[in-house]
Every structure is written in C-alpha cells, then in structure tokens.
C-alpha cells in the first residue's frame, strides 16, 4: 500500500537521514575503518611482498586463530558478560585433545566431540556460577583462568609422565579422514590449476607459492558468518542482545536470559576447543603455554569490532574486521623497517581509540542528550 | 467506591466486566496492605486508580496481575473464579501490566523491542530464523495506529522520547493481545506534551474495546481519560474524588 508507507514516512519533523549518518551508527563502523587505515599505513610502509597472495595469507592465519576466539567473546559481550578464562581454555582443551588422541589413541571422530564435551561443561560451569551467585563474570572467570592454567600444567605432566609438552598428536591423527577438515589447507586444487595457467605466483617447479587457503581461514569465515545470522536474523540474536541490553527488562518480557548467558558461555569454550583443535593437530604437539594472553586479545578483537563492555550492543562482523585489523599489525610489522615491539604500543593505542569511538557511537545511536 | 461518570463519554458501556476483584485483602505479616478492596474493569473503560504514595495501590495491581496472591477476596475473570500463580499466567490470560521501567532496552530498535522475547519466526529447524520483515512492518505499522511515526523500523529506542515508549509498551501488550491494561503511573515522568500523547494514546485502546486501568497520582491526568474512578485511601477505597463536571477534554482525540 503505497499511500501507507507515505504516511508512515511524512512527518515534517523528520529529516531525511544522510547516508554517512546512517553509516555511523553500525557498530561495525570502527572496525572496518580501522581495517582501511591499517592498510593504507602499511601500504606506504611496508614491503609490497606483504599484499601478495601468500603475503595476504600470511596475515590471515593469526587473525583466524584469533578471530574465532574474539567472535565468540563479542557474543558474549553483547550478552552482557566477559570471559578471561578463554585463553586458558585453548591449553585445558589441547590438553583434553592431545591425551585422547595420543594416549587413548581414539579417532579424531571420537575425540573432537569429546573435547568440545569437556570444554562445554566448563564454559556451562563457569556461566552457571556467574548466573546463580550473581557475581560479575570478570572475576569468576578470572579463577578460570588460573584453574584451567594450572589444571592444564598438572594434567600434561600426569598425561606425559613429567613433561609440560604432549607430543605425538601428528603421528596420532595422520591418515583420519577428519585431518584435513582442521588442518593443512583446502582448495589445493584450485591454486594448482590457476598456477598452471600462470594467474598466481609459483615456484620454479610450477607448484604454485600458495598451496591452498589455510583451513582455519575459512572456519573463521564460517564462524563470522554463523555468529551474524544468529545475532541479527533469529530469535536468539533477539534474546543476546536483550539479555546483555537489561537483563530485567528482557526477563519481564519472557526472555531466558539465564539460559541465554550459560549458553553463550559454552559457546566461547567451544571456540576456544576449536582454536586449540586447529592449532594442536597444525602443530603437532600441545603445551601449557598455548593460548596465552588470548583471553585479553580476544576481548580487543570484540572492542574493536564495536562492542561495549557494557553489554547489548555489538557485531560479529565488527569482531571479523577487528582481528583482521590484529593479524595485519603483528605480521605487518615484520614487513616494514620499524622495530616490532611497536607492536603492543600499536595495540594499546588502537584499543583506547576504539574505546572512546564505541562510546561516542554509543551516544548518537541512544539519543543520549 | 467508585463513581460512575460515563454521561461524559457518551454511551455507558454495558459489556460485562472482564475483571472483577471482590473485597480484596492482602497482609504482610502483620502489615494490612489492602482492608477490602472491590474493583472492576469492563471492556472499553478507562478505570482510574488514585491514591496517595502507601495507599496500596502497588499491592492492589500486584494482586491484579499476579505478582501477588490475595490474603482474602475473589478475582473474577470474564466471570469465572481465577487465581493467577505467576505473571505470566495473567499475562497469558490478557492481563498486561506496563511497569514504570517499561521493560525496554534503548540500545536496541523499537522492532527488537517490540518483538522481544515473543518473535515472529519463519523457517523450519536449523533454518528458523525471525521473521524481520514480517516484524518491521508490524511494528511500524502499529506505531503508526497509536499516532507515532517512526524514522524507521531499525531506529534505536534510545532514541524515542519518555511519551513515545511509553506508547511503544502499550502498542505491545495490546498487539499480543492484552485485555486489559494496567498503566503504573504512565505519566508521572512526563511533560505537558508528552503526557498529552500518552493520554491520547490510552483514549486510543479504549477505543479497540481494551479495559484500561491508569493508575496515578495526578487528579487532572485522571480526570481528563477517565471513566470511572475509584480512590484508594489507607488500603480501602474511599470516597470519590469531586464529581468530574467540567473536565477538560483537550487531551481526548
């Protein structure tokens, strides 16, 4: 009815929005212009080999790794709360994986399951305490991040007779037809086909210098895109959004906020599993110091992806760009003549800068007066 | 006691109440919150609920809506006995309540808001997913009955002055079906302006055959929606206010 919508639309006090306004108020916004200012710095500084297709995935592997992890905490972010054992989380479950894999000697079938298992119960338990005593999640999951540390130190050193390192994880998953769905890379095919009618660099023996796009770039991808269906196209990424908006105010109109959070807790686990599942079988082996520092990484990945610390407000594809942004700086830095360690300066800075960007958002989008 | 002035509002309304409350009483310990109080809302009414702060008037529609379950008394609902265990129960029975804290999110659309926690959905098993489209013209579309035109459906609620959120609640609990409407103080918070609309916007659902109670402490906001009135005093009703003769109508539309 087109007389409708002009009368929805006519009313003399409203100004017809410009479009850079509408733009404004994307959450994503921070994100993706941070991404165009990332490249533009480094395409003036930096070697050009870094914006060549190997280059390119050279960048790309890091900020999957923790992409994926910073996802996860976005949405848990949105839904009001924090999670520092997350990077913990990444050693409990290599540890997880490489005793059922290496000691047990079980098939990657079983025991990817398992591990997303166990790692779905912490994040349950952590949520589930969080919920029932009321607590901020900052200092519940705060002990997270030491037990699951420390549990994953003793439990290496119980799996491994005394050593902090589980070896043998490679030799224990060649071969399962489940491999090379998180390891190595895919599409190998399709770059040997266009090195073979010369369309990407190749080494002299004609195989091309990309051997196929590393695995974990497209779960990252594929995470991203999960996560933003569920957050602005389904009910749930209703139910997120009101649970970490007010939490009263979403229970009142029948939202369950407590099912909502312990889920989005499990959620995270399960991603930091994934993460430590790529990355063990990559590797080949696991060890306690894996994932460190990924808990406060993954939560300026979700920063700068635009999400408050408040809680209610946010996007996966902000997340997306923001560890993309994360990837580029610490390989980028390697490509230019500047000194590396510029590299947490680098962070800091762009960490406070989204800060006070989301808040000034934060205001345009409420109204704030 | 209430007082009946639907001489002013032209045709009494006959309907049979929707609600019934019959000598309610609700203790505390040995706190005696409500001594007796009858109450009814019929459909297409505006019933006022006065009375000074501690007169009972949060216990009385607490006990309405089922936060509270009453010491003594009946609660007739469409002339049965009922007794509500949870909010939720009233609410499924069209009892909606719009709290003072209105229960909305600014951060989030007047869409979300609207739709939260009761979204419309398409799509089967991994592939259900809320039905935006469906949401945004709804909600626009209801917006636009009770008088508001959005900027668009995506506009955060944050966005929308203290009247128009007011008027986003009460186009909720009436779009799923509310009954009856109990309206806690909807203008307390407001201006001139902005009270004229909700008052405008309540004339609106009495209109659609909605029974509305609107409960406040302002005499003149009362006067200028209400139908009926009763007075809370000490938790009984009291006498009723000075008979309604030269009420001011400007708020009606």
Request: hydrophobic share 50%.
């Amino acid at each position: 009815m087109p007389t409708d919508a002009a009368l929805t639309m006519e009313d003399e006090r409203i100004k017809t929005e410009p479009f850079v306004a509408r733009l404004m108020k994307r959450p994503e916004l921070g994100a993706v212009g941070g991404v165009i200012l990332v490249t533009i710095f480094f395409f003036i500084t930096a070697d050009r080999s870094m914006f060549t297709l190997s280059g390119i995935m050279n960048f790309l592997t890091p900020a999957a790794q923790l992409g994926i992890l910073g996802i996860a905490a976005a949405m848990l972010m949105i839904g009001g709360e924090f999670d520092l054992s997350i990077g913990s989380m990444v050693a409990f479950a290599g540890m997880i994986f490489g005793a059922l894999t290496v000691n047990l000697g079980l098939p990657l079938v079983l025991s990817i399951p398992l591990t997303f298992l166990f790692a779905g119960l912490v994040g349950a338990a952590n949520g589930w305490i969080v919920i029932r005593s009321g607590l901020p999640s900052f200092i519940v999951t705060l002990a997270g991040l030491f037990i699951l540390r420390g549990a994953s130190l003793v439990g290496l050193k119980l799996f491994t007779g005394g050593s902090t390192q589980l070896r043998g994880v490679r030799e224990a998953v060649e071969g399962d037809f489940l491999t090379p769905v998180f390891s190595g890379d895919a599409f190998g095919f399709v770059f040997n086909w266009l090195a073979s009618v010369g369309l990407v660099d190749t080494f002299r023996s004609g195989l091309p210098k990309v051997p196929g796009i590393p695995v974990e770039i497209l779960w990252f991808v594929l995470v991203a895109l999960a996560a933003t269906y569920v957050l602005l196209r389904t009910a749930r990424g209703n139910w997120i959004f009101a649970a970490g908006g007010d939490r009263n105010a979403a229970s009142n109109s029948g939202v369950p906020v407590n099912k909502v959070k312990i889920s989005l807790f499990v959620c995270t686990a399960c991603a930091a599993a994934l993460v430590a599942i790529i990355t063990v079988i990559d590797s080949g082996s696991t060890d306690a110091r894996r994932g460190f520092m990924k808990e406060f990484e993954a939560i300026i990945t979700a920063v700068i992806g635009g999400c408050l610390l408040t809680g209610g407000y946010g996007s996966a594809i902000g997340a997306f760009f923001g560890a993309i942004i994360f990837g580029m700086v610490t390989i980028g830095l390697t490509y230019t003549n500047f000194d590396q360690d510029w590299f947490q300066v680098f962070l800091g800075g762009m960490l406070l800068i989204a800060v006070l960007f989301n808040n000034a958002i934060r205001k345009r989008v409420t109204g704030e007066r | 006691m209430t007082i009946d002035t639907k001489f002013h509002h032209g045709d009494p309304v006959t309907h049979a109440p929707i609600v019934e409350m019959k000598g309610i009483e609700k203790h505390f310990g040995n706190v005696i919150a409500l001594a007796g109080v009858s109450f009814d809302i019929r459909p297409g009414e505006c019933h006022c609920l006065l009375g000074d702060n501690g007169a009972g008037k949060s216990t009385f529609i607490k006990t309405m809506s089922g936060v509270h379950k009453p010491t003594k008394g009946e609660i007739l609902f469409e002339g049965k006995p009922m007794s509500f265990s949870s909010p939720r129960d009233a609410m499924e029975a069209g009892i909606a309540t719009v709290f003072q804290d209105l229960a909305m999110i600014p951060l989030m659309s007047v869409t979300r808001n609207f739709f939260m926690g009761r979204e419309p959905k398409k799509g089967k098993g991994l592939f259900e997913r809320m039905d935006m489209d469906a949401a945004n013209d709804i909600c626009v579309e209801e917006m636009r009955k009770m008088g508001i035109n959005l900027r668009g459906p995506d506009q955060a609620v944050g966005t929308l002055s203290g009247g128009e959120r007011q008027t986003v609640a009460i186009a909720r609990a009436v779009y799923f079906g509310a009954k009856v409407l109990i309206l806690d103080e909807p203008t307390s918070a407001l201006g001139v302006r902005q009270t004229s609309n909700v008052l405008a916007t309540i004339d609106r659902v009495r209109k659609q055959g909605v029974g509305v109670v609107f409960i406040s402490h302002n005499v003149r906001h009362a006067l200028a929606v209400g139908d009926r009135f009763t007075v809370l005093n000490r938790g009984k009703t009291s006498a009723p206010p000075p008979a309604a003769t030269s009420r001011p109508r400007s708020c009606r539309t």
